[in-house]
């Protein structure tokens, strides 16, 4: 069975920063390309970031380009979002998500975790 577990969330002043973690079991890691998404209250679920199966590749969405950092561990079966330079419109459930696909619909992801709650405060 495949679990994916967030964890790291909480509650930060505008400008402060998080970092987040995904740890996945049930699946070979290297396998997939691995995101995070998001989702504020009222609003749809939204891309964050996505890393490819081996680090290789990052993007990010616009709204956190040169903020936020995504990593991988295939070895220790995580993947990490560093989140600096946090604003009150990061507010959010974060989601660690796993996908075959480059895409970034949340439709054509595979797995998901239960989301981790970030609150920002100005």
């Known amino acids: 069975q495949v679990q994916l577990v967030e964890s790291g969330g909480g509650k930060v002043q505008d400008g402060g920063s998080l970092r987040l973690s995904c740890a996945a079991s049930?699946?070979?890691?290297?396998?997939?390309?691995m995101a995070w998404f998001r989702q504020a209250p009222g609003k749809e679920r939204e891309f964050v970031a996505t890393i490819s199966r081996f680090g290789g590749t990052k993007n990010y969405a616009d709204s956190v380009k040169g903020r936020f950092t995504i990593s991988r561990d295939n070895a220790k079966n995580t993947v990490d979002l560093q989140m600096n330079s946090l604003k009150p419109e990061d507010t959010a459930i974060y989601y660690c998500t796993a996908s075959q696909s480059s895409s970034r619909d949340p439709n054509e992801y595979d797995y998901w975790g239960q989301g981790t709650q970030v609150t920002v405060s100005s």
């Open positions: 049930g699946l070979t890691l290297s396998s997939y390309r």
